[in-house]
């Protein structure tokens, strides 16, 4: 993740700024804000130094310097440029429009500048964007945190310190909630973290964080009490603008926070899977049956092992085995019966008798069909399983 100048000029505090030249711009990436003072120009070589620009900021200026020497402005910006600055923001109080020689030189280089609108605050701009860079560098660290803890299981200690990193301040018992919103890019999804409001009381109870394409939702009570976890999950979606979004979720157990973090955000984000792979709008990890089996295990080379032997025949032949496959996986999202299977396939009762005889032929004819079900449910689920963290996480 990072903070780009659009995603500055989304805050509340910049809605009164105009761009006014530089647009193209606007996609660079910035991490500070810094103030061009008097000095910046008047001062010599050695001053400028001493005070020199970190970079990939946005410059702030009243432009006091170029008051009564409007030629000025155009060295400013080239200066600035040079410092690998991104953008100047400039207080309308000695120039309502710019020299148009240093509009047309930060448009042609991509530079952006920018007019503040109404009365702002130096001060208020400086906290909101330190503010929204500070977030995006906490999510950047949350993130890597939750994609550890799919992979594998935390000490103890490493749990309790990844708790301090995401949000020291949750209370004793915890559950993870894990949103899919429909039509969400991965960029939605970040500035729905970002632009999360949450006072202060509700702050204390809860975490929101991105994973991928996804929100993973912290929610913290004193006791496991489900119908606070509900509620605090209403206010969540009212924090977070979330109300009338369709999505699809996954719900974890409550567990002791201090040794269940690392279970709960991997139990929320494999009952999402599940609940995109069967059609369901929620899903609650301990309703997943056969799944939990095979998630508690996921990343063993045993796992995939299994189902790429056991389906190998479908994926070698011809494309009328990969309507074989595709009636198998209906068959087992059908939980075995058949006419919904048809029914999902548009197809006739017999047709789907027909395919699941030669599936049986060519994956497991030395078994009874009650035990060919079992099997190909195990394969055919692992196979969904690994599809979907294939295309979620890497």
Not at 79 to 95: D, E, G, I, S, T
Not at 103 to 119: C, E, M, P, T
Not at 355 to 363: A, C, Y
Request: proline fraction near 2%.
């Amino acid at each position: 993740m990072a903070v780009t100048i659009n995603d500055v000029l989304e805050l509340d505090i910049m809605k009164g700024f105009r761009v006014v030249a530089g647009e193209r711009g606007l996609s660079e990436t910035v991490n500070a804000t810094e103030i061009l003072d008097f000095e910046f120009l008047q001062e010599g070589t050695a001053y400028r130094k001493e005070r020199i620009f970190e970079g990939e900021s946005i410059v702030l200026s009243s432009l006091l310097f170029a008051k009564d020497q409007p030629e000025l402005v155009l060295d400013a910006v080239r200066r600035l440029k040079a410092l690998n600055v991104k953008a100047l923001a400039y207080k309308p109080v000695f120039f309502q429009e710019l020299p148009q020689d240093a509009l047309d030189y930060a448009d042609s280089h991509g530079f952006v500048i920018l007019k503040f609108g109404y009365d702002e605050f130096f001060e208020d701009v400086i906290a909101g964007i330190k503010e929204l860079v500070e977030k995006d560098q906490a999510a950047d660290l949350t993130e890597s945190l939750f994609e550890e803890m799919l992979e594998r299981k935390f000490t103890p200690e490493e749990a309790e310190a990844a708790k301090d990193k995401i949000n020291p301040l949750l209370r004793p018992e915890a559950m993870a909630v894990c949103l899919h919103l429909e039509g969400y890019s991965e960029a939605q999804i970040r500035d729905v973290v970002r632009r999360g409001r949450a006072d202060q009381r509700l702050s204390s109870k809860i975490f929101v964080g991105k994973c991928k394409d996804k929100l993973m939702i912290i929610l913290s009570q004193d006791n496991r009490d489900l119908n606070r976890f509900r509620a605090l999950m209403e206010d969540v979606k009212v924090a977070y603008d979330l109300t009338g979004e369709v999505y699809v979720e996954g719900v974890s157990e409550i567990r002791n926070i201090s040794d269940g973090l690392d279970r709960i955000i991997p139990q929320a984000f494999w009952a999402q899977a599940v609940a995109e792979i069967e059609g369901e709008r929620t899903k609650f990890y301990k309703d997943m049956g056969v799944y939990k089996l095979i998630i508690s295990d996921i990343h063993a080379a045993s796992i995939a092992e299994y189902m790429e032997s056991y389906l190998k025949p479908l994926f070698d032949e011809s494309e009328k085995d990969q309507e074989l496959l595709h009636t198998a996986i209906e068959y087992i999202l059908a939980k075995g019966d058949s006419q919904k299977t048809a029914d999902r396939l548009f197809c006739h009762k017999n047709t789907i008798r027909y395919r699941l005889s030669k599936l049986q032929e060519k994956l497991d004819p030395a078994v009874n069909e009650r035990e060919f079900y079992q099997n190909l449910a195990m394969a055919i689920k692992i196979y969904l399983l690994l599809g979907k963290y294939e295309k979620d996480c890497i």
